[in-house]
């Protein structure tokens, strides 16, 4: 069993806690949190060890009547490695004191690439990502632009591409994010972040993406042009897509025109929040021009990077292959939407080792 410890238990932290706690190979050592708020409960309230980030600011937690286990060194003298989900540049700061208590580390995408020895998609990068001590989960517009290129680039070749990305304004909680009233270009010069970030998991591939902030909170909405090596039909495009099991090709039939839909679907569905692991792809805007595919897909923010960071600690601790890693964090989770509904776009079921 791999001991996994989270320091920072927000947006990403509380969803990758409770993604090792699924794994049959994992245990989760407990959640460090800097202050006492009610996520802080929460965790307390799902049987989670709680620890304090910041020995500071104990009798904060003694106040609000949270129990703790520890402090932050104790949750990492306990731990074979920490999944570090504080917020952007914060994470940079800890890799010291991760390293100095001999533990392995993941970093999260709002981190710069060098915080870390590799990038990490699990479609991209997981032998590279393999025994290292320290590791970059991509964000999660990067993670789904990963998981999309890898499979066009591997079966045509892919020439360029370019992404124009409508990034939500924040997130659900985050009360204090905008816009509110406008769509802003964010950069308005190109390339965006993402297409450099693209390239930390996929070197070879030539992309520039621009971005825009829209005042929505429940995903990221990319609209891909990608242009080919090769001239596929959009229906081979489709099935080659279909396969990946990160990849959500939403049937017409589903009749989801867009993020609203797809959480609702995901919450009928059962899902804890209504998480989205899966990039969401409409079946119907897959379209070829000769070598030019164009299409939109949709990705939610606060959840897809999750099962990439639980493929992040295999890779960094075991030898299991990579479809093993990814077959069992899928099934531990239950990624692959799409129930009956999505079997005719996959005629010859999903992508194996051998394919
Ligand atoms: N949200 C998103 O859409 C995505 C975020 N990411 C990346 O994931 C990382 C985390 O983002 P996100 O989950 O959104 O951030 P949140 O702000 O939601 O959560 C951050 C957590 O870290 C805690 N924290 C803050 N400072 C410290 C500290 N010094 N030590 C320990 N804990 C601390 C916060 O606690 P407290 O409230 O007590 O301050 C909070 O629990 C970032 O790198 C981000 O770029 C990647 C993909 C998507
Ligand atoms: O990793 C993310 O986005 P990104 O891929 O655009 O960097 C998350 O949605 C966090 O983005 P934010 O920096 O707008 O909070």
């Not at 890799?95 to 993941?106: C, G, K, N, P």
């Not at 017409?252 to 679907?265: F, M, Q, R, S």
Request: some cysteine; charged content about 25%.
């Amino acid at each position: 069993m791999t001991r996994v410890g989270v320091n920072g238990y927000g947006t990403i932290g509380k969803r990758v806690a409770d993604a090792v706690a699924a794994q049959p190979d994992m245990v989760l050592r407990g959640v460090a949190k800097r202050s006492p708020n009610h996520e802080a409960d929460s965790a307390v309230q799902r049987g989670y060890a709680l620890y304090a980030a910041d020995s500071d600011r104990l009798g904060e937690f003694e106040h609000a009547g949270l129990p703790l286990a520890g402090t932050l060194p104790d949750l990492l003298d306990s731990v074979d490695v920490i999944v570090d989900c504080c917020p952007a540049g914060v994470g940079a700061r800890n890799r010291e004191r991760y390293a100095s208590h001999d533990v392995r580390a993941v970093f999260q995408g709002g981190e710069a690439a060098n915080v870390a020895d590799a990038s990490f998609t699990a479609r991209t990068s997981f032998e590279t990502a393999r025994d290292a001590d320290t590791v970059r989960v991509v964000s999660c517009n990067t993670t789904g632009l990963a998981r999309l290129l890898a499979p066009l680039d591997e079966a045509y070749g892919v020439e360029k591409a370019r992404v124009t990305l409508v990034r939500r304004g924040g997130d659900p909680a985050q009360t204090d994010r905008g816009p509110i009233n406008d769509i802003v270009p964010d950069p308005a010069t190109v390339p965006s972040h993402h297409g450099p970030d693209v390239r930390t998991v996929l070197p070879e591939v030539d992309i520039d993406t621009a971005a825009l902030k829209a005042p929505v909170t429940a995903m990221h909405t990319h609209s891909v042009n990608v242009s080919l090596g090769a001239a596929p039909t959009a229906d081979e495009v489709r099935e080659l897509l279909a396969r990946e099991s990160r990849l959500f090709l939403i049937p017409e039939v589903a009749g989801i025109d867009g993020a609203g839909k797809l959480k609702e679907y995901a919450l009928d569905c059962g899902r804890p929040r209504g998480d989205l692991w899966e990039n969401c792809l409409w079946a119907e805007s897959i379209s070829v021009s000769g070598t030019d595919l164009y299409l939109f897909q949709n990705v939610h923010q606060e959840a897809d990077v999750v099962p990439e960071n639980i493929d992040a600690i295999r890779a960094m601790t075991t030898d299991i292959p990579v479809d093993e890693s990814v077959t069992r964090t899928n099934e531990a989770l239950g990624v692959g939407l799409g129930g009956r509904l999505g079997e005719e776009l996959t005629p010859n079921g999903p992508v194996t080792a051998d394919d």
